[in-house]
């Protein structure tokens, strides 16, 4: 049965079985399309899941838009997040009402985030995350395929460009990687930069180290820059 209790909502499409179906709907300008997909929504509005079971806990959510399998599975009432790809941002909930403005485009892109908001994941499993330390950072950008993989807990503030940039970074905090593979050895670092293919800082808790160029790695020294090609520099 698609969306069984609408009362003075207007203007909602629901396409499917249990569609917008469980709840009285009061909420207007919703479209749902799959199976149980917005099954929960209540006051929401404008939003649009469509995929199989997306956006299922939302209730006064707005403005949200769910594309694919569980994407904004668990969001309850955030808003203006964005989630494109199979289980993009399935266990994102709000801290409180109304926070959001998640942008996750890709296969499990933004898995692990759970109250982070502002975030932009684009690629596959980019800033997917880690199941026992969830993301609550806010503002990280990771784009390319795996960057920002296992992000959590409070990571801020990072931005990550490439294939597998950034691919061990967890709570490091004020970091750029551009490049595919830079910012391997990161984990919890803070303030560094690393421009170019496979440039690295020295280890996993570097601090303010810039290394540009290519293949290019930097000492054990930091606040310290490094610019060249492979070990020279």
Do not use: M
């Not at 109304?98 to 692990?112: Q, S, V």
């Amino acid at each position: 049965q698609t969306a069984k209790n609408l009362t003075t909502a207007q203007t909602n499409t629901h396409v499917g079985s249990a569609a917008g179906g469980s709840g009285v709907i009061t909420g207007s300008g919703n479209t749902t399309l799959g199976y149980a997909a917005g099954y929960a929504l209540s006051s929401g509005t404008y939003n649009t899941f469509l995929g199989s079971t997306s956006g299922w806990s939302t209730t006064t959510g707005e403005n949200n838009i769910g594309i694919g399998y569980k994407t904004l599975y668990a969001n309850v009432d955030g808003d203006n997040n964005i989630a494109i790809g199979h289980e993009a941002l399935v266990d994102f909930e709000a801290n409180s009402d109304g926070e959001g403005e998640n942008i996750a485009i890709g296969y499990r892109a933004g898995f692990e985030v759970s109250t982070g908001i502002q975030n932009i994941f684009i690629g596959h499993e980019s800033g997917a995350g880690n199941a026992s330390a969830v993301t609550t950072g806010p503002l990280n950008v990771a784009v390319g395929r795996r960057a920002g993989y296992v992000l959590q807990g409070a990571a801020t503030l990072n931005a990550i460009i490439g294939a597998n940039a950034g691919l061990a970074l967890t709570e490091g905090t004020h970091n750029t990687f551009i490049g595919a593979s830079s910012g391997g050895n990161a984990t919890t670092g803070i303030e560094n930069t690393c421009l170019g293919y496979n440039c690295d800082i020295y280890d996993a808790t570097a601090t303010n180290q810039i290394v540009i160029g290519n293949n290019l790695t930097g000492t054990d020294l930091d606040n310290s820059v490094y610019i060249g090609n492979n070990t020279n520099h």
